[in-house]
């Protein structure tokens, strides 16, 4: 698929959303540890130094049970959903404000916000989690509309919890932009009619490139509105 990044018209924009992890926050290594607890409460051993988890995109469940495929560690007698709902558990327990924010995040934020621009979060992440790591962040109020993967009962890269976001928001699709890392939000993004900016700084991988994107950035403070 052809994906040349063009440019975008903030002029023409009533909404932004943003995929959380790997966009707005660092959360990285909240993640991994985590995971880590997790595998440790199962009785196995924590993960080691410098791990790279396999799956930095789909929901709690999914990242936890790829590490256990990974670690070559059997799923817990409760399958899937305990092994999601252990990872929440202990990804709830760690340090408010363990995830930063992305250089630049908070005056990107605040110059659409000064433009009148409405501002959402789509993610993966658990509803009650999501809301914590932005009000540990201090950027929640910032935002009219969050949605989380329980939000609607279906995750990215099904489109429905981004229109679900511009619906609660009053806007189209085509007056909104979708900024994520991963080619889970790509997707998303394309199924809902939505133009995608790419964080290049973020978790995502090649996969991204399946899925056309109207701008790629690596760094927030790259971006400007009075330049559009």
Avoid at 116 to 125: D, E, I, P, S
Avoid at 140 to 155: H, M, N, P, Y
Avoid at 181 to 186: E, K, L, P, S, W
Avoid at 210 to 222: G, I, T, V
């Amino acid at each position: 698929m052809n994906n040349t990044v063009q440019t975008i018209d903030w002029n023409g924009v009533r909404a932004m959303v943003f995929d959380m992890d790997g966009t707005l926050l660092n959360t990285e290594q909240v993640i991994i540890a985590a995971a880590s607890h997790t595998l440790e409460h199962l009785g196995y051993a924590p993960l080691p130094q410098g791990y790279r988890m396999p799956n930095m995109f789909g929901t709690a469940a999914d990242l936890m049970v790829d590490v256990l495929k990974e670690r070559g560690v059997p799923l817990p007698a409760g399958g899937h959903a305990q092994a999601g709902a252990l990872f929440e558990r202990f990804y709830a327990a760690q340090p408010a404000g363990a995830a930063p924010l992305y250089d630049g995040v908070l005056d990107w934020l605040h110059a659409a916000q000064a433009q009148g621009v409405a501002l959402g979060v789509c993610t993966n992440k658990q509803y009650a989690l999501a809301l914590k790591g932005l009000e540990a962040a201090g950027i929640l109020e910032l935002f009219s509309v969050v949605t989380g993967r329980d939000s609607c009962g279906i995750a990215k890269p099904a489109p429905e919890p981004l229109l679900h976001t511009l619906s609660q928001m009053q806007v189209l699709p085509q007056e909104a932009v979708f900024f994520g890392d991963t080619h889970a939000d790509a997707g998303c993004a394309h199924a809902a009619g939505v133009r995608f900016t790419w964080f290049t700084s973020g978790f995502g991988t090649d996969r991204v490139h399946d899925f056309p994107q109207a701008l790629a950035f690596a760094d927030f403070r790259e971006l400007s509105l009075a330049t559009a």
